[in-house]
């Protein structure tokens, strides 16, 4: 129900921009959290966007780097990501959070 994408392989140093969408007329209802898993390791929170798109949060790791918006109309919140590092590898993955659904995921992978 939700799909998440844009992922890539880029420099460190470049920006990427990830999508999650849903086809659902009910997205707008939807809190999104993005979470990512490197390899070997848990899934952690990167960051979050509250279904009114008034309250933010994100990780200390990111908080600076990173930013989430949505757009309602059309059904997708977008995580831009800045000044990416190699510990930013990882696949990503869009949840509603009020909901329970996850997305499919998608690898973001930066290089030294």
């Known amino acids: 129900q939700l799909e998440d994408s844009g992922g890539g392989l880029v420099q460190a140093g470049a920006s990427l921009r990830l999508s999650c969408a849903a086809s659902?007329?009910?997205?707008?209802?939807?809190?999104i959290g993005w979470f990512r898993q490197a390899p070997g390791k848990e899934r952690e929170f990167v960051g979050f966007?509250?279904?009114?798109?008034?309250?933010?949060n994100f990780a200390d790791s990111v908080k600076d780097r990173f930013t989430i918006s949505r757009d309602n109309a059309r059904n997708a919140v977008t995580l831009q990501m800045n000044d990416l590092k190699p510990e930013d590898t990882a696949v990503y993955y869009c949840?509603?959070?009020?909901?329970?659904?996850w997305g499919q995921g998608t690898q973001v992978t930066v290089s030294s």
């Open positions: 949840k509603a959070v009020n909901y329970g659904y």
């Open positions: 659902e007329r009910t997205f707008s209802s939807y809190s």
């Open positions: 966007i509250g279904w009114r798109a008034i309250n933010t």
